[in-house]
């Protein structure tokens, strides 16, 4: 009688390419914005959204809205990783809360680059220029990580999307939060 064969596990070896070349793609991204926000002349045009007093709002509450629903990504992937029993419904709520906090940033990330540029001259301003371009490439990476899901180990994805979570709440630290705290809050 012959036995099946005993399933092959995947050695670090396996994981190292297709994980480095995630990871290479989304500091490639992060870079790229970066340095094309560090050298394009900043225009000072705001992008205008309507409904908001200002270009500074409409980007702070766009932010808070995917900060907010980061959160929702941070709850849902923690309960879908730990718990095979989580019903099919989280699952749908983990990507469409993360599918639409990124298209809240799109408009925000178009105007800190065309508008505003990467700024150095404070501390805050240098730390919120550095962690928008870390939100990018780390979501990137994290995108490149599920195309290749099966080649990654386990923990690749849940650490790439707490980068990702944490790099958003940060920015929303660094930009909303603050104006919200100098200025106030109103649209």
């Known amino acids: ?13 396996q ?17 790229a914005l970066g340095v094309y926000a ?3 002349h900043p225009t000072k045009y705001g992008l205008d959204v309507a409904g908001f007093s200002s270009p500074l709002y409409a980007k702070a509450w766009l932010t808070t809205a995917a900060a907010v629903l980061a ?11 730990k718990s095979a029993a989580a019903p099919a419904w989280m699952t749908v709520l983990h990507l469409w809360s993360g599918r ?3 298209l809240l940033t799109v408009p925000v990330i178009i105007h ?10 404070s501390f805050r301003v240098l730390a919120h220029s550095v962690l928008g371009c870390v939100f ?3 979501f990137v990476a994290k995108m490149l990580s599920l195309v290749r899901r099966d ?36 649209h």
């Open 1 to 13: 009688m012959t036995s099946a064969p005993a399933a092959v596990q995947p050695t670090r070896d």
């Open 15 to 31: 994981y190292a390419k297709p994980l480095l070349l995630a990871l290479l793609g989304g500091c490639a991204v992060a870079l």
């Open 38 to 40: 560090r050298l394009h």
């Open 71 to 81: 959160v929702v990504q941070l709850i849902t992937g923690y309960r879908i990783t």
């Open 100 to 102: 639409i906090a990124v």
């Open 112 to 121: 800190c680059i065309y508008a505003l540029g990467f700024g150095t001259y």
């Open 136 to 138: 990018y490439g780390a």
């Open 151 to 186: 080649d990654m180990p386990r923990w690749a994805i849940p650490v790439l999307g707490f980068v990702v979570f944490g790099s958003l709440v940060l920015v929303w630290a660094t930009s909303a939060l603050w104006l919200f705290s100098t200025k106030g809050v109103h």
